[in-house]
């Protein structure tokens, strides 16, 4: 028996360091791609910036509080603010989770008939998430004007059906979605998605520098249209937005809504 017991006290040093060895080497295998990762999305991130100067001109605001969000006590949310000119809000958040990385690029037009267009790119290890949406918050979406900007947005999205295709959850917001891409990818494929960061910039920007601005009657009805839509997303929720209201609660996310993310506290 005692001999039994000394054989179990020797075994134990050896599993401990087998374990520690293990969670050491995730860690290590963690960071490495975590770095690497940011570095791809942060370079995504300073071409479709660069894209976007060739079309516009922007101002960046102040996010205020908002400017850096924590969440779970790990989850650091970098946001950055900017007003576009002749067109809107663009709103950018970044977070580092250690075996995710993602940055989140939302255009919400106030000035120009265009539709909202939110971008999350997602960098998980190896594996790859493009998802681009543009959404319908118009007031007349048959206008033969807003049927024209469609089609290019349509025209644009089939250039990348090369990419595989995501399968998503139905939303209560997916009727306001006329065009989509939601596509996955390796790290082989970075090249290749931060074209299509880019691409998407320079179809909406292009597309909306053809449109006349919106007289002041119209843009106080877009206003209204975006703002109940932020409104929906509180209320109705959604799984982005399910986690903010679960960490800063729905008061404080219709805030940061408001005031950043969408902005339509800022055109007022």
Request: glycine share 6%; proline share 3%; aromatic share 12%.
């Amino acid at each position: 028996m005692k001999n039994n017991d000394v054989k179990k006290r020797k075994k134990w040093p050896v599993v401990l360091m087998v374990i520690f060895f293990i969670i050491g080497f995730l860690a290590g295998f963690t960071t490495v791609n975590a770095s690497k990762n940011m570095k791809v999305m942060n370079r995504t991130l300073d071409s479709g910036m660069k894209t976007m100067s060739e079309y516009a001109s922007f101002t960046p605001v102040d996010p205020g509080e908002y400017r850096q969000i924590k969440m779970y006590g790990v989850m650091k949310f970098d946001v950055s603010q900017y007003d576009i000119e002749d067109t809107g809000n663009l709103s950018v958040m970044k977070v580092n989770m250690g075996f995710m990385q993602m940055v989140s690029f939302i255009i919400t037009p106030y000035k120009k008939n265009m539709p909202l267009l939110s971008m999350d790119f997602m960098y998980i290890m190896g594996k790859r998430k493009a998802y681009v949406e543009f959404y319908d918050l118009v007031g007349d979406t048959s206008s033969p004007e807003y049927k024209g900007v469609i089609e290019k947005l349509k025209k644009f999205s089939g250039s990348y059906s090369d990419l595989e295709e995501l399968e998503t959850k139905p939303a209560w917001y997916d009727k306001l979605m006329t065009v989509v891409l939601h596509k996955a990818g390796k790290r082989q494929d970075d090249d290749r998605i931060e074209q299509m960061f880019c691409d998407t910039i320079r179809c909406y920007m292009e597309t909306a520098r053809e449109l006349e601005p919106l007289s002041e009657e119209e843009k106080a009805a877009k206003l209204e249209i975006t703002q109940k839509y932020c409104d929906d997303l509180v209320e109705q929720g959604g799984v982005s937005t399910d986690v903010f209201k679960k960490q800063l609660g729905e008061e404080k996310t219709k805030d940061f809504f408001d005031k950043v993310l969408f902005g339509p506290e800022c055109y007022r």
